[in-house]
């Protein structure tokens, strides 16, 4: 059975921002043209505009997004993250923070794409911070 449209958006979004990490707004449609030109697989089209959506709202709230974040983790600032895990933080965040979807389900497909592309200690790690994000936002 195929993943769940928004599944495989968050999984490709996380993929995009990992080699976007340093992109402008300016220079984001080139990045993602690039991007989408370097998935070898199949993505289907909802997941790429669902993708699409979340790399945008990252972007465009780069700086809120790390400072929130920041204030949740204790003794790690941004730069000290893997790479993985803080884009994956960035993505939780911007779904926290600027949509409707509930945060349990937020958090729980923030954790397994952090399964997923990070290291062991990842998905504790993602959950820990995203459920202090929650909380302290209220979402929880």
């Known amino acids: 059975m195929a993943a769940p449209i928004r599944h495989v958006g968050r999984q490709r979004a996380v993929q995009a921002l990992f080699s976007l990490e340093n992109a402008s707004p300016a220079e984001l449609d080139q990045g993602l043209e690039h991007f989408w030109a370097s998935v070898e697989e199949e993505t289907p089209r909802g997941a790429v505009d669902f993708a699409e959506r979340l790399v945008r709202g990252v ?6 997004l790390d400072e929130a974040v920041q204030e949740q983790s204790e003794n790690w600032r941004m ?11 960035r993505l939780g965040a911007w779904e926290l923070l600027h949509t409707d979807t509930p945060a349990r389900v937020v958090i729980n497909e923030a954790v397994e794409v952090a399964r997923t592309f990070g290291g062991e200690n990842s998905p504790a790690f993602v959950n820990g911070i ?5 909380r302290a936002h209220g979402k929880l």
């Open 79 to 89: 730069e000290r993250m893997a790479r993985v895990d803080r884009n994956v933080l």
């Open 130 to 134: 995203l459920d202090k994000l929650a």
């Open 59 to 64: 972007i465009a709230h780069r700086d809120e």
